[in-house]
């Protein structure tokens, strides 16, 4: 896939998410007081996936060294995919989500331009944040794991 197909895809990617955030904006709101309502988890989701795409087109812009092909890095990330499932279930949500974005950002971050505490604080913070809303407001029970967290 050339650069100009990538850029093509995160830009229609964006455009889709935009979209879907201005239609779940428009869902009706009949819900009980303290429930977030039918279009939060909508929102949310396309929040997230412009957010990505967003920052896809932006990583997409910045010059790639040279090395690794793209399809090499897509499978190093999927094989941690696959080692974060299965972890998953031993060490809970927090701690493997943790281990996968530091690890991730680690490999994918060939030139070290993330400080490592910035990596640290994005890596242990998103899934807390995550593990909170899920668990605190939409009451949705995720994997503990052995250290019970």
């Known amino acids: 896939m050339t650069r100009s197909s ?18 779940a904006w428009q869902i009706p709101s009949r819900h ?6 039918p279009h939060a988890l909508p ?20 010059p790639r060294p040279s090395g690794e092909e793209p399809w090499q890095q897509a499978l190093v990330v999927g094989a941690g995919t696959v080692a974060f499932l299965l972890l998953l279930p031993v060490v809970g949500f927090v701690t493997s989500s943790a281990l996968f974005l530091v690890a991730t950002s680690l490999y994918l971050d060939s030139r070290r331009s993330i400080t490592p505490v910035t990596r640290l604080v994005t890596g242990v913070g998103f899934p807390l944040v995550l593990w909170w809303i899920f668990s605190r407001l939409l009451d949705v029970s995720l994997p503990r794991g052995l250290m019970g967290f």
């Open 32 to 37: 009980v007081k303290g429930d977030p309502g």
């Open 6 to 23: 990538r850029l093509a895809v995160a830009a229609s990617i964006a455009a889709f998410a935009l979209l879907a955030l201005l239609l």
């Open 43 to 62: 929102l949310a989701v396309a929040a997230l996936v412009l957010v990505g795409a967003v920052a896809a087109l932006i990583g997409e812009m910045r």
